[in-house]
């Protein structure tokens, strides 16, 4: 738990820093793209702070008082962080098409395009910074830290590749455009970033209602269990799964052809299906019920 939450604070600080780089930059050559990362930036870092500020939590045994823990607190965190996002990306699209009509603003592309192309330097450096602590802690909350900076860096390349394009606008036919330039390139940041708040908002919804996960992972755990319940006389009868933040509570319900029932083999089975499911999910609960409908 202590390694996982000491190296989740490396994306916090680093996520911090860029906002704060971003906002002072965006301000300074009055850049609505650059304005843009840096609220995506921000509401990342305090999010992922809080996260790392409850991981203790999760980590918590439940009681009767709380029977799924505090998995759902992550949930509630990320559906405020959607509903932000959301919020902020659809004023700043207003914004920007009403800075278009009024003829758009002009601003120092080439230097926000060295800009970008250093932001990408850094990401990549915070990168293999993760990946190589991460290679003996299989932590699912890293991994998608993991991702997010890999899509960082292209982004911020990609993004100083538009500003270079927009630079040299300048000195043709097409300069007319230049003040436009950099409103078009926030509203497409705004249009590519807005379906990841929306997924946020489902899958966070989908947990504290306490509905099944993905198709795709329900069908992935069905298979890994059956194939596990191969060499044991049981049947599984019926998969009750749901996904509360991080974490994954599977309850199968097993019927035997002679209606006995072997404690020791069950709890066997339960500690195989948690360890099997544990490499590919993260955490996961494990609970085996006899089908009494069945018996």
């Not at 990362?37 to 008082?65: N, Q």
């Not at 990320?78 to 004023?91: D, F, H, R, S, Y």
């Not at 052809?257 to 499911?277: D, Y």
Request: hydrophobic content about 50%; proline content about 3%; aromatic content about 10%.
């Amino acid at each position: 738990m202590m390694n996982e939450k000491q190296m989740m604070k490396i994306p916090v600080y680093a996520g911090v820093m860029f906002a704060v780089i971003e906002i002072l930059m965006a301000f300074y050559v009055n850049s609505q793209a650059v304005l843009m990362d840096s609220i995506y930036d921000f509401a990342e870092a305090v999010v992922l702070g809080l996260v790392v500020f409850l991981i203790p939590l999760f980590y918590k045994p439940v009681s009767e008082r709380k029977p799924f823990g505090y998995s759902q607190v992550e949930s509630l965190l990320i559906l405020g962080k959607g509903l932000l996002l959301i919020a902020v990306t659809v004023g700043l699209i207003f914004s920007n098409v009403q800075m278009m009509i009024h003829g758009g603003n002009r601003t120092d592309h080439q230097l926000i395009g060295y800009f970008e192309f250093m932001l990408a330097i850094i990401s990549a450096i915070i990168l293999f910074l993760l990946l190589h602590m991460n290679k003996n802690q299989n932590s699912i909350l890293v991994d998608a830290e993991i991702v997010g900076w890999k899509i960082d860096v292209f982004s911020s390349i990609g993004v100083g590749l538009a500003f270079f394009i927009g630079s040299l606008l300048e000195r043709t036919s097409w300069a007319m455009l230049s003040p436009y330039v950099d409103q078009i390139i926030a509203i497409v940041i705004a249009f590519i970033m807005l379906p990841q708040p929306v997924q946020m908002i489902q899958e966070s919804i989908k947990s504290i209602v306490l509905f099944a996960p993905e198709d795709e992972i329900v069908e992935e755990i069905k298979q890994c269990a059956s194939e596990l319940f191969d060499d044991y006389v049981y049947d599984i009868t019926f998969y009750d799964i749901i996904q509360t933040g991080r974490k994954l509570w599977i309850e199968l319900y097993i019927k035997s052809p002679s209606n006995m029932l072997n404690v020791t083999q069950l709890q066997h089975l339960k500690i195989r299906s948690e360890e099997a499911l544990r490499k590919k999910f993260g955490d996961v609960d494990v609970q085996i019920t006899p089908d009494l409908i069945d018996i």
